[in-house]
């Protein structure tokens, strides 16, 4: 079974805060999406990291791919209460001729003021 | 705004009845997926369209259907609907092939009563 999970399931924390959130799976990856969905909202793309090992900084959110393209992490610095939402993680798998992409059950963070 | 429309945006009917939510992608996009996202079950993957075609099936009811017109908007059609119906249905499209990201629509909010 294909089978992506993300901890922590849930985190609140005080603005100013550093915080980490993962995504793990026994599976490799051709890529790996990050999304944030806000209440009521779709899903928003963040970033694809594609290359293991691969960091990719988006002000003050830093992704990276870990070597075995099986694991990711979100790292935030100095949470902002806008950061509030559930973050999502997607990977894309090779299915015969195309990419399969399967979501994670995703972390939902409160940053309190 | 993602460039993904979806109507309409609430819906509210009875048990029993049929629905038919609609979706077109953005400009250039060929692929459409429909997920299904309830508070206990997180985003869960329906079904997916290629130009045209269906390439991948998730969790999808039989009481469920889609297709994707040749202009490329897709319906979703939910027949004999139950309370357990109830839950945001979005849309993504995405260009197929290469980094696999998906933009996703803000969602049709289905409430079952």
Known sequence: TQLLEQSPQFLSIQEGENLTVYCNSSSVFSSLQWYRQEPGEGPVLLVTVVTGGEVKKLKRLTFQFGDA?????LHITAAQPGDTGLYLCAGAMVETSYDKVIFGPGTSLSVIP | DSGVTQTPKHLITA?????????????????????????????????????GEERAKGN???RFSAQQFPDLHSELNLSSLELGDSALYFCASSVEGGSNEQFFGPGTRLTVL
């Open chain 2, 60 to 62: 999808i009811l039989e």
């Open chain 2, 15 to 51: 048990t029993g009845q049929r629905v038919t939510l609609r979706c077109s992608p953005r400009s250039g996009d060929l692929s459409v997926y429909w997920y299904q996202q309830s508070l206990d079950q997180g985003l869960q993957f329906l079904i997916q369209y290629y130009n």
């Open chain 1, 69 to 73: 393209r099986k694991d990711s992490s």
